[in-house]
């Protein structure tokens, strides 16, 4: 709205009006009447926009309350699952030691929260280098020993580079791992197993990089 109004002005002054202007020509066929659109939210233009009332929009007070704009519960259904995800991927991490005492992990989340998992640990081991690798979205996060964390893109080259270095375990973690497993065993009580309710607590699609769930 500003800037047409400015073009008018500057028409106006200049007594330039040249054909192709949007003053003189909307750029479409001409028609007698246009079809009415319903829009989810009232389509405003702030430029006309004249009061406070009407700057701050329909939706007041706490946006929890209201949920029952669609925007407003697309956005909310997101987080909530994001969150899901993250926490899940907080719990069921697991790194191991590889050749030259680098902390190593995979995840292949079903949502992107490499970011917001790289913090949680970057604070917990403030002092060692470890990698996190997305391979779902070949995407890694390192974190220096006593450096600041960041996250990179790989190419397929770099990604099948880091997942064959991430194959290449200590001999102390191969050994740690064979003690881990016998002990997640140990206390496995046979008769009552109950094998939904470990699927709802651990889903399948994380056990793939857990290291109780892998094969000896």
């Keep these: 709205d500003r800037l047409y109004d400015e073009l008018v002005a500057l028409e106006e002054k200049t007594g330039v009006v040249l054909a192709a202007s949007p003053t003189q020509s909307v750029g479409y066929e001409a028609v007698d009447?246009?079809?009415?659109?319903?829009?989810?939210?009232?389509?405003?233009?702030?430029?006309?926009?004249?009061?406070?009332?009407?700057?701050?929009?329909?939706?007041?007070?706490?946006?929890?309350?209201?949920?029952?704009?669609?925007?407003?519960?697309?956005?909310?259904?997101?987080?909530?699952?994001?969150?899901?995800?993250?926490?899940?991927?907080?719990?069921?991490?697991?790194?191991?030691?590889?050749?030259?005492?680098?902390?190593?992990?995979?995840?292949?989340?079903?949502?992107?929260?490499?970011?917001?998992?790289?913090?949680?640990?970057?604070?917990?081991?403030?002092?060692?280098?470890?990698?996190?690798?997305?391979?779902?979205?070949?995407?890694?996060?390192?974190?220096?020993?006593?450096?600041?964390?960041?996250?990179?893109?790989?190419?397929?080259?770099?990604l099948d580079t880091l997942q064959q270095a991430g194959q290449q375990k200590d001999e102390n973690e191969q050994e740690i791992e064979v003690l881990f497993q016998s002990f997640c065993r140990s206390l496995s009580i046979l008769e009552r197993q109950n094998q939904p309710l470990q699927q709802q607590l651990v889903p399948l699609k994380y056990r793939m990089h857990m290291t109780e769930f892998q094969k000896k």
């Design 33 to 158: 009447e246009l079809p009415k659109e319903r829009h989810e939210s009232p389509m405003l233009s702030l430029g006309k926009t004249k009061s406070r009332e009407e700057l701050s929009g329909r939706i007041r007070g706490p946006l929890l309350q209201a949920l029952a704009e669609p925007c407003i519960h697309r956005v909310f259904a997101l987080s909530r699952s994001v969150h899901r995800v993250r926490e899940r991927v907080l719990q069921f991490l697991r790194f191991q030691e590889i050749t030259g005492g680098i902390l190593y992990g995979e995840i292949a989340p079903d949502a992107d929260v490499l970011a917001f998992v790289m913090p949680h640990f970057a604070d917990r081991f403030p002092l060692e280098n470890f990698v996190i690798l997305d391979e779902r979205r070949a995407a890694a996060g390192i974190h220096p020993a006593g450096k600041a964390w960041f996250l990179t893109k790989l190419s397929k080259q770099e």
